[in-house]
């Protein structure tokens, strides 16, 4: 019984211990900055705190700073009551002393913005400052690259807000035009009206801090601070060790593009959407005009060009899931892939996805040895492929690069205009795919049809009707695939379609979330980079909080 009062007598004074340690606590961190024509910005920042005997002061940590002044510093509690400003704060004085005192210290290329405790409880702090140019100026944009929480920052906040508005009504800050990214902390960020946000969801961590780079247009500002590298490379060198992925293809032409295509919405829409229609109607007319068969494996077996085609003279929308299936029966065609009985752990033998080495792979078209990769990584050692494994491997935001590169290869662009001088490719196309609707109208079969008859079952499942054709082959040559090991796979229709439902679904999430963070990385918002990133901002390396 001594002994069982003494441990509870010990974990009371544990529990007690690590109650005190954890206070100072920081509830809520409101930061709303309003910026000024000249790029100036006057900072408020509302703490809400538990303050108990520890410390003297809480201070403001700037570092960094370079060529822009601190200054203004105005302190209010809960009361109402505004601190006195002293020219010399002097961190070693008492808490006595500091009580309703503020000040500021500069250091070598930046500032602290001090103010005292004074009693302990649930205490309000509201600061305000200003901050000379925190808008620069670069020869392609105007921008803010700053540290609004430092990751020495002692109590972190368990919930952080950022509120960027412009001085002047006329001005707005809209995603059309600007743009903006969070760093090193688990958050949103959004436009909401005229003013740009930023918010925490989850509580910081020792190592969270509030990194925001927000890009304005050229001249939205007249900051006085002119810097001579381009926001373009500031922007790559802050996505550095952050999940922001950087795009650097043209952006006059996407901007152009994006002008064209905000034209065809609001202004020509109906005026466009029937020329377009009639121009793909016309070129479809064409493309079918005295159609014959066309028996043999066309564009030298290049699915993929295949379905450019496919794609290009579809009346709406681009179809890719064909696609992969067929790539799936072009891997088990080159015994790059095999279904066989495998035992399973209740130890029954079950048909199962085999990847095996992909001979000559070099000479493969790099779609399809991008997709045997995929499946080989995520089957692991075992070699046997399951949907699970597949599925965890595509959504795993370690293997981003991989299934981005994977869907980049996958989403060739072609357009109808293309195909003016390749009318012989597009007609080879379209004749294979009237063969293999009219299957069953032959007269003769050839040896040399049979022949290709895996390669019709490969084309069959890029037009979309393999179902069809197969059981077109089961009537016609009942024998083939008891004959035709390699073809009996290509069959199963069991197997195959697991793995593509997960394919096809694996794609379809790995392809939206890409889209999303080429979104979050164009600066349209979204949830922050929490892994880092952020290099180079000003305001970083000051500390902060309570001592």
């Known amino acids: 019984m001594k002994r069982l009062k003494s441990n509870l007598l ?84 008492n808490r006595a002393w500091k009580a ?17 405790l004074g009693d302990e409880g649930h205490r309000t702090y509201t600061t305000s400052y200003t901050i000379t140019s925190l808008v620069h100026d670069y020869p392609d944009a105007n921008a803010i690259r ?17 509120t960027i508005v412009a001085a002047d009504s006329t001005t707005h800050f809209v995603p059309d035009s600007c743009g903006i990214w969070g760093f090193r902390f688990q958050g949103e960020l959004w436009f909401e009206g005229d003013s740009i946000v930023a918010e925490s969801t989850e509580a910081f961590e020792d190592r969270s801090a509030l990194y925001i780079m927000v890009r304005f247009p050229k001249g939205m500002f007249e900051p006085t601070i002119q810097e001579d590298d381009t926001f373009e490379h500031k922007q790559q060198l802050a996505f550095e060790g952050s999940d ?83 790539c799936i029966l072009k891997l088990i065609d080159l015994r790059a892939i095999t279904i066989k009985p495998v035992q399973n ?11 095996n080495d992909f001979q000559d792979a070099c000479n493969q078209p790099l779609l399809l040895r991008k997709l045997h990769t995929i499946f080989k990584v995520a089957a692991g050692d075992d070699t046997v492929l399951e949907p699970r494994e597949l599925k965890a491997y595509m959504k795993s935001t370690s293997n981003e690069s991989v299934t981005d590169s994977f869907i980049n290869t996958l989403h060739t662009k072609t ?36 022949k290709l008859w895996k390669d019709y079952m490969i084309y069959a499942t890029l037009f979309g009707n393999a179902s069809q054709v197969i059981k077109d082959m089961k009537k016609i040559n009942p024998e083939f695939f008891n004959m035709d090991r390699v073809a009996a796979q290509m069959a199963d229709d069991m197997t195959l379609p697991t793995i593509n439902s997960a394919l096809h679904s694996s794609y379809t999430r790995a392809y939206v979330n890409k889209v999303n963070r080429e979104q979050r990385a164009s600066g349209h918002g979204g949830h922050s980079s929490w892994g880092g990133g952020g290099g180079g901002f000003s305001g970083g390396g000051g500390g902060g909080g309570v001592r």
């Not at 309703?100 to 005292?116: A, M, T």
């Open 345 to 355: 752990k209740k130890g029954k033998m079950v048909n199962s996805f085999v990847i």
């Open 244 to 326: 922001y992925t950087f795009d650097d293809d043209d952006d006059t032409a996407d901007a152009i593009i994006g002008i064209i295509i905000g034209l065809v919405m609001w202004i020509l829409p109906i005026f466009c959407g029937v020329a377009y229609l009639w121009y793909v109607w016309r070129a479809r007319r064409r493309a079918n005009k005295d159609l014959l068969w066309y028996r043999d494996v066309p564009l030298d077996g290049d699915l993929q060009k295949a379905n450019d085609i496919l794609n290009a003279y579809r009346y709406f929308g681009t179809d890719y899931n064909n696609l992969l299936s067929a």
């Open 10 to 93: 010990l974990l009371m004074m544990f529990l007690a211990s690590s109650v005190t340690v954890a206070r100072p606590f920081l509830h809520d961190l409101n930061i709303r900055v309003v910026l000024s024509h000249n790029g100036d910005a006057q900072i408020t920042e509302t703490r809400l705190m538990d303050i108990d005997g520890e410390g003297t002061e809480c201070y403001i940590g700037l570092g960094n700073m370079g060529q822009s002044i601190v200054g203004n510093l105005r302190v209010k509690d809960e009361t109402g009551r505004e601190y006195t400003c002293v020219d010399n704060w002097d961190i070693d004085q």
């Open 415 to 450: 357009t109808l205009s293309h195909y003016k001088d390749s009318q012989d490719d597009v007609r080879q196309v379209f004749g294979l795919r009237k063969f293999l609707k009219e299957f069953t109208l032959m007269d003769e079969r050839g040896v040399n049809e049979v």
């Open 146 to 162: 700053h540290v609004f929480l430092d990751e020495a920052v002692r109590p972190k906040p368990a919930h952080v807000r950022l």
């Open 100 to 116: 309703g005192k503020c000040g500021i210290i500069e250091k070598r290329n930046g500032y602290e913005l001090c103010w005292g």
